[in-house]
């Protein structure tokens, strides 16, 4: 059982990472330098509105493509039983929310 998590466990990076560094490659590719910039008159500047994107974005966008479908498969499952725990933590009646400013 100890080795099946080990490999588990590498597996799992390795995907995500292999998932991030492709998901780079193909937009270098097909976008090779691009970025886009405006000048804002009201700020004074130029502002970047499409540029590329750093390692750890992709790497994010990867970790949750991969997490997507076995967390939507749990919730089912987790729901009933963490509903109620988190309902005696924090009873509905005690919680409060700011109103709209206007």
């Given amino acids: 059982m100890k080795y099946a998590k080990v490999v588990l466990t590498i597996s799992m990076v390795v995907f995500l990472c292999a998932t991030a560094i492709s998901a780079a490659a193909a937009e270098r590719i097909t976008k090779k330098g691009y970025r886009y910039t405006v000048y804002n008159t009201t700020a004074k500047c ?28 749990l ?18 009646e005690a919680r409060t929310y700011r109103g709209a400013r206007y």
């Fill in 46 to 73: 130029q502002m970047v509105c499409k540029g590329e994107k750093p390692i750890l974005a992709y790497l994010e966008d990867g970790l949750a493509y991969a997490l997507d479908l076995p967390l939507a498969i």
């Fill in 75 to 92: 919730s089912p499952i987790t729901c009933p039983i963490v509903a109620p725990v988190l309902d005696r933590l924090d009873p509905v």
